[in-house]
C-alpha cells in the first residue's frame, strides 16, 4: 500500500470518529432542519426586539428637556409619570383575576369531562367555542348582550325585575367579562390535557383505600395536576396582560382600563413618539417577566416527578 493511500484511510478515520464524536453530542446533519425556525426567530422576535430596545434609548428632545436622564429618558419618564406607572397596576389588576378565574373555573369541569359519557364531546365543543371568535367578536358580542340596551338587560327591565339596565360594558367588568371568554377556552384545554396524564388506577387505589373524593383531590390530583396549574395559569395571564381590542371596545380606555397597550397606541398613532411607545412596550414585557418568573419559581417546589399516566 502507498504512503498517499495509508494517509488517506487515516483521514478518512480521522474524519468518521470526528463525526461519530460530534454525533454522540447532538451535532449532526439534522440540525440544518432547525435553520428555518432559527431565522423565523431572528426576523420575528429578535430583530424587532432589539429594534424597539433602540428605539427606547434615542428620546425625543422635548422629553430629554422635560424629564433629563440622557438615553434613559424614556425610562425616567416612564417611572415618573403617574399616568403610566398607574397603567401597570390597571392592567395587572385585569390580567391576574382573569387569568385566576379561568384556572380555577376549568379545573372542576376538567375534572367532570374527564369521563367518558354521552354528550361529553358536545359540552367539551361548547367550552371551547368561544376560541373561534376573537377578542373583537367578543367584545361585540358582549355590546350586542349586556350593553345598555342589550338583550339582558331589555328582558331583565321587561320581567320588572329591573328599573335601571345594569352598567356591564365600557367599563371594568365589561374587559374583565371579554378576558374571561376568550381566555377560558385555552385554560380548559390545558388542564384537561394535563389532567388526562394522571394515571387513573391512583385515583381508584386511594378510593379503595377508603378516601374520600375530597382527599383524593387534594392529595393526589392536585400535587400531581400544580405545576400544569402554573404552566395554564402564566399562558393565560401573558394572554391578558396584552389585551388591547377589549380594553378599547368595551371598557373605559381613559379611565379604569387604561392598560399599557392603550398607553403604548397613543404615544404610538396619537403623539408619533416612537421611542416612548416602544419604552412602554419593553416595560410591559418585563412586567410579564416578573410575574412569569414568580410563577415559575413558586412551580419549582411542587411535585416534578411523573404521573403514571399518557400525558
Known sequence: MTASAVGGTKQTRGTASLRHRL?????????????PAIVFILALFVYPFAYGFGLTLQPTED??????????????RFFGDAFTVESVWLT?????????FNVLVSIPLAIKLKPKFRGKQLISTLLVLPITLGTVLTAQGLLIFAGRQGWLNHTLMNLGILDQPLTLVHNYIGVLLSLI?????FAFLLISSYLSGID????????????????RFLRI???LLAPGLATTFILTFVLAFSVFPSATLVGDPSGSTRVLAVV??????????????????????????AVVAIVLLGRSFLYKGSTGGKG
Open 23 to 35: 454525533a454522540d453530542r447532538g451535532i449532526d446533519s439534522q440540525l440544518l432542519l432547525m435553520v
Open 63 to 76: 422629553t430629554v428637556d422635560t424629564w433629563g436622564g440622557g438615553i434613559l429618558a424614556n425610562y425616567v
Open 92 to 100: 395587572a389588576r385585569l390580567a391576574i383575576p382573569a387569568a385566576l
Open 181 to 185: 371568554i376568550s381566555g377560558f377556552p
Open 200 to 215: 387513573p388506577s391512583l385515583d381508584r387505589a386511594a378510593r379503595a383505600l377508603g378516601a374520600g373524593w375530597a382527599q
Open 221 to 223: 390530583t392536585l400535587p
Open 264 to 289: 403604548a397606541y397613543r404615544f404610538f398613532g396619537e403623539q408619533f413618539d416612537y421611542p416612548m411607545a416602544s419604552t412602554v412596550a419593553i416595560m410591559m414585557g418585563l412586567a410579564e417577566l
